[in-house]
C-alpha cells in the first residue's frame, strides 16, 4: 500500500454533511435529469465532482482575505498579488481575470482566427470550448501512450514532438496564432509534462515564431512530480523547477482555483508588450479594470497568498500522496483507473467497467449515476457527453479515445476515511456491473454541454 502521510494541517472550521436515504437520493437523480451537475451540493454527501474552487484555504489566506483593499484602481492587494506572480512566473506583464476560462477567452478574442489551429498536448474543455467559440481549432498532440489507461510512463502528459512538428508543416505556420501545452493534463488523467518535454515544445514553437502559452492550472503539482520523477530534479525546490518551467514560455493562463488553493481566481501572464494592449483593452471590456480583472481585492490577496500555499513541499507530498492512496484502494476492489496515479484526481476507467456500454451511451455517465445512487457520491464524467462532437468538414460524430469517470480531489477538504468510503462504495458497484445500463440525451446545447445535459436511461 503507498504511504499515506498524515493530513499536514488540522482543522479549525468544519462544515456538515450528510448521506440521503437510498429512495431519496434516486428521485433527486431523475429530477436532474440524471445530470449531476444539476443535483443540489446539500443532496451530495463526498462532492468530487471538481477540484476546482472547492479546497480549503489556510488561515494565512483568510487573514489575508480582511487586508483586501477595494479600490477600483491600483488597490494594494493588485500589487501584492504583482509581486507573488512575478516571484513565482517571471512573465513581464500579467492581468488577474475572475477564472481560467475568462483568460482562456480574452486569449481567444485576441488571437484566433477562424479556421486557425491550436496545438497542445491536450486542451481542457474549457480552453476546447473558448477556441471553437471563435471559429478555431483546438488540436491535441499528446503521447500514444497518454491513451493507454494501463501505462506507467511517468510523464504521460508529454506532448509527441514529432507530431507538433509535422502539424506545424501540414497546416502551415501562418495559421497558427499560438500553441499551448496543459500542466497538468487534466483531460487525460491528471498527468504530468517533463520539464525536458516543455523544453522540447518550447523550442519547436521557437522555431516556428509561434508564442507558447502554458495552461498552468495545476502547475505546481506538475512541478513535484518533477522534482519526484525526473533526473536532475531531486534536489530542487519545487518553485525552482516552476521557475524554470515558466522560463520557457511566452506566456500562461491558469485557474487559480486549482493549485492556488482559492474559490476563485485566474491569471493571465505574457511578456509581448502590444499583445498585452489588445489584452488589456478586451479584460476591460469583459471582465474590469486590470488591475482587478473580475475580481474583488480580497480575493486578489488571497490568490497572492495560495500560489505559495500551493508550492509548499509538504502539501504536495501529501496531496500526491492521497491521490495515489485512492487509486491503489480503487484498484484492489477491481476498477481499473489511468496508471500511474495523477495530481488532482483520479480517473476510473468506465468502458473497463461497464464493456457492454457503447461509447454512444456513455459508459462514463452511467458510473457517475450508479456512485451517487450507491454512496451519495459525486464525480464527472470526462469521455463522450464532454469530448463527442461532429467532425466540422464531414459532420461525422467523432468519439474521445477514452471513457473516464474522474474523481477530483478538493485540496486539503476530505480525509483518508473519505477516501475509504468512496472506495467501498465502488466495490459495490463492480460486483453488480453487468446490470447497469447506458443513457441517452433528452437535451443537450452544442458547446460544453455536460454541464445541462439531461438524460434518460435506455
Ligand atoms: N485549464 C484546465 C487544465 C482546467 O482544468 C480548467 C478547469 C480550466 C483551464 C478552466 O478554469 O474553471 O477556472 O475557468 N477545470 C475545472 C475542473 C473546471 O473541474 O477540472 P476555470
Not at 518533477?226 to 534536489?235: A, H, S
Not at 511566452?250 to 502590444?274: H, P, Q, R, Y
Not at 455517465?365 to 456512485?371: G, K, M, T, Y
Not at 470526462?382 to 485540496?411: N, Q, T
Request: proline fraction near 6%; aromatic fraction near 10%; include cysteine.
Amino acid at each position: 500500500m503507498p504511504t499515506y502521510p498524515p493530513e499536514p494541517f488540522r482543522i479549525k472550521v468544519t462544515e456538515t454533511i450528510r448521506l440521503i436515504p437510498p429512495e431519496e437520493r434516486k428521485a433527486k437523480l431523475k429530477d436532474a435529469g440524471y445530470n449531476v451537475f444539476t443535483l443540489k451540493a446539500e443532496d451530495i454527501f463526498i462532492d468530487l465532482l471538481t477540484d476546482s474552487g472547492t479546497g480549503a484555504m489556510s488561515q494565512d489566506q483568510w487573514a489575508a482575505i480582511m487586508r483586501g483593499d477595494e479600490s477600483y484602481a491600483g488597490a494594494r492587494s493588485f500589487h501584492r498579488l504583482k509581486a507573488a506572480v512575478e516571484d513565482i512566473f517571471g512573465f513581464k506583464y500579467f492581468v488577474p481575470t475572475h477564472q481560467g476560462r475568462a483568460a482562456e477567452n480574452i486569449l481567444s478574442a485576441c488571437m484566433v482566427k477562424p479556421g486557425q489551429y491550436i496545438p497542445s498536448n491536450m486542451h481542457f474543455d474549457t480552453t476546447d470550448a473558448n477556441i471553437r467559440a471563435r471559429g478555431g481549432r483546438p488540436t491535441n498532440l499528446i503521447i500514444d501512450e497518454a491513451f493507454d489507461p494501463a501505462n506507467p510512463h511517468p510523464f504521460k502528459g508529454n506532448m509527441d514532438i514529432g507530431k507538433l512538428r509535422d502539424f506545424i508543416q501540414k497546416v502551415g505556420v501562418e495559421k497558427i496564432p499560438f500553441g499551448m501545452i496543459t500542466v497538468t493534463n487534466n483531460a487525460g488523467g491528471g498527468q504530468p509534462v517533463s520539464m525536458e518535454n516543455i523544453r522540447a515544445v518550447a523550442a519547436v514553437y521557437r522555431e516556428f515564431k509561434i508564442p507558447f502559452f502554458i495552461d498552468s492550472a495545476r502547475f505546481a503539482e506538475n512541478a513535484y512530480f518533477i522534482k519526484l520523477r525526473e533526473p536532475g530534479y531531486g534536489n530542487r525546490t519545487v518553485i525552482e523547477i516552476a521557475r524554470e518551467m515558466f522560463g520557457l514560455a511566452d506566456g500562461m493562463t491558469m485557474s487559480a482555483k486549482k493549485d492556488a488553493i482559492v474559490n476563485i481566481g485566474g491569471l493571465l501572464c505574457l511578456n509581448d508588450e502590444v499583445l498585452f494592449q489588445q489584452i488589456k483593452n478586451e479584460l476591460i471590456l469583459r471582465e474590469g479594470f486590470p488591475t482587478y480583472g473580475g475580481l474583488a481585492g480580497r480575493d486578489l490577496d488571497a490568490m497572492a497568498v495560495g500560489l505559495y500555499g500551493g508550492l509548499d513541499e509538504i502539501y504536495l507530498a501529501y496531496r500526491l500522496a492521497q491521490t495515489a492512496y485512492l487509486v491503489f484502494r480503487l484498484n484492489e476492489v477491481g476498477i481499473p483507473t489511468i496508471q500511474p496515479a495523477g495530481g488532482h484526481a483520479v480517473y476510473l476507467d468506465a468502458a473497463h467497467v461497464f464493456p457492454h456500454i457503447p461509447q454512444s451511451e456513455f459508459p462514463g455517465q452511467a458510473l457517475a449515476v450508479e456512485l451517487y445512487l450507491e454512496g451519495g457520491i459525486r464525480g464527472s464524467e470526462i469521455g463522450s457527453v464532454m469530448f463527442a462532437h461532429p467532425d466540422p468538414d464531414s459532420g461525422k460524430m467523432v468519439y474521445p479515445k477514452l471513457e473516464l469517470y474522474r474523481l477530483a480531489i478538493p485540496r486539503r477538504t476530505y480525509t483518508q476515511s473519505h477516501m475509504d468510503y468512496v472506495a467501498e462504495c465502488a466495490g459495490k458497484i463492480k460486483a453488480r456491473a453487468d446490470k447497469v445500463k447506458g443513457y441517452r440525451f433528452t437535451y443537450a446545447p452544442d458547446l460544453l454541454r455536460h454541464f445541462t445535459a439531461r438524460f434518460e436511461p435506455l
